[in-house]
């Protein structure tokens, strides 16, 4: 019996344990292939704006009542695209563009690749960052301009050049890519690099600290620069979206306390006065309100609200 039994041990529980040694073997191989892919998968956030874009200097450029605007929309798909490409040739698997200027309809989508996918159209509630979220590894700006209480730069603003004259988080001024750049750091996802006028990349480098930066043109004013040619701005941004994309792991999201203060100083009286009747919002001046937001998701809506609302929305 004893004997019989030991016999049984030798075979089939030899037989068992090849069984559980391939089983380990088939384990240890699935674990590193996930994480080989896991690895390997890259995803960048690319956000577009065109005040920064090569040559762009006025509202002729810019919006679709210019002479020039539907030149400048080929520009500014050449910008994104330099971008895409490099950051493909850098090693990134999956590329999400937001077009985020003015109607978020300026990107040419026949002339961009087919492996991207798209952003279009406002409002949204992330406004200039809709689509980012914790999977992404890294953030682009490109075309971006300077904040609205810089005194340089092509058409400084924040989010709206005829309507705001202050937007702080925690009572630090904010460009429209500081604010960016905190959305995409509540998802942990770090600005790694941005292309505009001499101010806007002075002004957003210095804020999420040490992003790769593309000056494309000079700034003389709100409405004057000294700009490179396309050709030579598209062979700038792939350098330096190839650079910040090689070194992705140097960069650290920009994550602002919270819960978030956001204080917004309009330009005119009248919106500080009827936000005010909300009990969430508080005047703090003649042109100014304050809100908190438990996070900048919180506070990208509370923005884009009081951007968009009117009773005379249709449909
Ligand atoms: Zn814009």
Not at 46 to 54: C, H, P, R, T
Not at 92 to 115: R, Y
Not at 185 to 196: A, K, L, Q, T, Y
Not at 279 to 292: G, K, L, M, Q, Y
Request: hydrophobic letters at 45%; charged letters at 20%.
């Amino acid at each position: 019996m004893t004997f019989r039994h030991r016999a049984g041990l030798g075979s089939d529980g030899r037989s068992a344990i090849m069984k559980m040694r391939f089983g380990l073997v088939c384990l240890i191989l699935l674990f590193l292939g996930s994480a080989e892919a896991q690895v390997r998968k890259m995803k960048i956030y690319i956000s577009a704006d065109m005040e920064g874009v090569v040559g762009a200097v006025s509202g002729d450029q810019l919006s679709p009542a210019g002479f020039e605007y539907q030149r400048f929309r080929e520009f500014m798909t050449q910008e994104v695209n330099a971008a895409i490409e490099a950051a493909f040739e850098a090693g990134a698997t999956e590329v999400t563009v937001s077009d985020s200027h003015g109607n978020a309809q300026n990107l040419l989508i026949e002339k961009l690749p087919k492996n991207i996918s798209l952003v279009r159209g406002f409002p949204r509630p992330l406004m200039m960052m809709q689509g980012i979220d914790e999977t992404f590894d890294g953030a682009i700006f490109i075309g971006y301009h300077s904040g609205t209480t810089n005194l340089n730069g092509v058409r400084a603003h924040t989010f709206s050049s005829a309507r705001l004259a202050d937007v702080r988080l925690n009572n630090v001024s904010m460009s429209e890519g500081a604010f960016n750049a905190a959305i995409a750091g509540h998802f942990n996802v770090p600005v790694i690099m941005v292309s505009g006028d001499d101010a806007a990349v002075k002004e957003i480098t210095t804020v999420v600290g040490g992003a790769e930066g593309a000056v494309v043109k000079w700034n003389y004013g709100f409405h004057s620069a000294k700009t490179m040619m396309p050709e030579a701005a598209y062979t700038l941004i792939r350098e330096k979206v190839k650079a910040a994309v090689g070194r992705i792991k140097d960069f650290k999201a920009y994550r602002p306390k919270l819960p978030v203060q956001l204080d917004v100083r309009f330009k005119s009286y009248r919106p500080s006065e009827i936000l005010s009747y909300l009990s969430i919002v508080e005047r703090t001046d003649s042109h100014s309100i304050r809100f908190f937001g438990k996070d900048m998701i919180e506070t990208s809506k509370f923005m884009e609200f009081i951007l968009t609302y009117d009773p005379n929305l249709d449909p």
